[in-house]
């Protein structure tokens, strides 16, 4: 009899993430001066995941709270939002403008209802409480 052995579910979770980021940063629109015209860009994100909850930190400097939408939905988070240009006189420029929406999936389901959102100094800090069936709880092992 061969034994089958379970595979990790989130074996490939970081793989994954990390090419999307990769895909992320290949198609934004540059010049070839290496200035950044108008349209998609993403903001650089962190997911912290600890017994109870899931944390997201992104940086989007530069935009009002009212101009960021989030949604949650099972493992799945989306940011999205819009960074509009003060000024179209510039000679050069660097900065990023224009929408931005990033999906990510999480490392577990989450309680969207609970969450919680703050801004400050540029970062946008998404706490996600863990949902009840996905929070990990110790087993204490009994001896006979």
């Keep these: 009899m061969t034994a089958i052995m379970p595979r990790p579910r989130y074996r490939n979770r970081a793989l994954r993430r990390n090419m999307g980021n990769m895909w992320d940063r290949f198609m934004l629109d540059q010049d070839l001066f290496g200035q950044m015209e108008d349209g998609p860009w993403f903001p650089a994100a962190d997911i912290n995941d600890n017994d109870k909850e899931v944390i997201v930190t992104a940086e989007i400097p530069g935009l009002e709270p009212d101009d960021v939408e989030i949604k949650a939905s099972g493992d799945m988070l989306t940011i ?15 900065r990023y403008f224009g929408s931005f929406e990033r999906t990510f999936q999480l490392p577990s389901e989450v309680s969207s209802d609970k969450a919680e959102a703050t801004y400050k100094n540029g970062v ?13 709880k110790a087993i204490k092992i009994m001896t006979q």
Excluded: A, T
């Design 80 to 94: 999205r939002g819009e960074k509009k240009r003060e000024e179209k006189d510039d000679n050069h420029y660097e």
């Design 124 to 136: 946008l800090k998404i706490k996600l409480p863990k949902s009840e069936s996905e929070s990990r």
